[in-house]
């Protein structure tokens, strides 16, 4: 068993801060994989992960912001947990979030849904704040001579350290320093000091 093996990516923080060399780990194994401490499974396939996110019949959303933990609040049945999933469904952690719902609720209530996805679910401001991003990183390459990420707080290239928020939902960064070196001429802001 490798260290990959033995680790725990729903309570193991190191795999929160550095997940790559678990995620190739489980890739190598096939495109599914069984994982061996809460008794899930693992999709790392592209084709694989559409078909389950597209076949709403068969598998549920209602672990989706949770995983496996914590527990379900009934003895799965082996062959179908579609009747007891209803049955719990107001047990569930975060079962009121519409990403956890199935049909036909989730239709039911999907046009409240707002994010910058596409199609049922996307959000009307998202291309104002596209937009706005975009007019945002305009001015700052058109004032900036360079940039680079900080050795000072993260190492040298190749080397470098991020921390990551802790959630395996989610890999946003904590912070991310710049050292950002003006266009000539380009008096910077004293907001930006």
Partial sequence: MTS???ADWFTNQALVDD???????????????????????????????LAVYRDDERFSSINAPSG?????????????IGPQIEHYRDQIIYSDWLVTRDRPAHTASRSLHLS????IH???????????????????????EDFRV???????????????EPTY?????????L???????????????
């Fill in 169 to 177: 939902l989610l890999r946003g960064m904590r912070e991310l320093h």
């Fill in 116 to 119: 910058f996805s596409r199609g």
């Fill in 150 to 164: 900080s050795e000072a707080k993260h190492g040298p290239a190749g080397e470098r350290r991020y921390s990551y």
């Fill in 19 to 49: 997940p790559f060399p678990y995620y190739e780990s489980l890739r190598a194994k096939g495109p599914v994989v069984r994982e061996q401490h809460h008794a899930v499974v693992v999709v790392t396939g592209y084709l694989e992960a």
């Fill in 4 to 6: 990959d093996d033995a």
């Fill in 122 to 144: 996307s959000c009307v401001g998202a291309p104002l704040a596209r937009a706005e991003g975009f007019i945002c990183l305009q001015r700052l390459f058109d004032q900036t």
């Fill in 68 to 80: 496996p933990i914590p527990p379900l609040p009934f003895t799965p049945d082996p062959y179908d």
């Fill in 179 to 193: 050292d950002i070196q003006p266009r000539s001429g380009v008096v910077p802001s004293p907001r930006a000091a």
